[in-house]
């Protein structure tokens, strides 16, 4: 197994997705709603809204950062 590759990997989703702060208010999300009022199943589905879009849900997120172009690496 290759673990640069695949820390170069996560590290790439990471920033896709926002950054380590987007990831930590994503955390926090879910585990909001994991421990909220509801069913199993409507837990699954409002984890899986929370996910589509990366951070906290508000009108203060940052946008997240330009994707480089394919065969580029930051």
Excluded: V
């Amino acid at each position: 197994m290759d673990f640069k590759r695949l820390s170069q990997q996560a590290k790439r989703l990471i920033d896709r997705r926002g950054g380590t702060k987007s990831l930590k208010e994503d955390a926090d999300e879910l585990r909001d709603i994991a421990r909220g009022e509801g069913t199993l199943s409507d837990k699954a589905k409002a984890a899986a809204d929370a996910m589509k879009e990366p951070g906290a849900k508000g009108p203060d997120t940052p946008a997240p950062p330009p994707e480089p172009p394919p065969g580029q690496t930051p």
